[in-house]
């Protein structure tokens, strides 16, 4: 068994619809109640949640956003290069990992409503980090759009998106 799959094994890792392996390792017990969240929201949503997230440079985290901000954390292996698209069309991209004389920093945070992908820096390698959104994630915030269609919204990054979408 490789590292990978130990990681996989060991953390109870599942596959994610974005890509990569991830197991949600804390959701809040309070709650914010839904007239206390912008109208963009359907229902309650917890303070705050968070998941392991494994990648590896056989896949990627696909474009997609959420309504919520979300940190990511590193933890191990290779540095991961973190896309992002705020809604206007600006891009960005940042180095999450350890070593900061190299220009990477441990932590970045995703503003909600920007969209994000993701992707190992390393060849053969894999990068465990770690994912905290609040107010915390539920799949109705999640929008993973095809490919076609953020193309459309932003045709100046047509070769990134065809890179780092799955359809």
Not at 57 to 70: L, P, T, V
Not at 105 to 120: D, K, L, M, N, Y
């Amino acid at each position: 068994m490789n590292s990978i799959d130990k990681i996989i094994k060991s953390l109870e890792l599942s596959p994610h619809p974005e890509g990569g392996y991830y197991k949600e390792t804390y959701r809040s017990v309070g709650e914010i109640k839904k007239d206390s969240l912008s109208n963009e929201y359907q229902g309650n949503r917890n303070y705050s949640t968070c998941i392991y997230f494994l990648l590896t440079s056989d896949s990627f985290s696909a474009f997609h956003k959420i309504k919520q901000d979300e940190i990511w954390h590193f933890y191990d292996g290779s540095p991961i290069r973190l896309h992002v698209i705020t809604p206007e069309g600006d891009y960005s991209n940042h180095l999450i990992g350890r070593q900061l004389e190299h220009d990477e920093i441990p932590q970045f945070v995703v503003s909600g409503g920007c969209w994000f992908a993701a992707e190992v820096v390393n060849k053969n390698a894999y990068s465990l980090v770690g994912c905290t959104v609040s107010p915390g994630f539920s799949f109705e915030d999640f929008v993973l759009k095809p490919r076609h269609e953020l193309i459309s919204l932003f045709p100046h990054l047509e070769e990134l998106i065809c890179r780092l979408t799955h359809q």
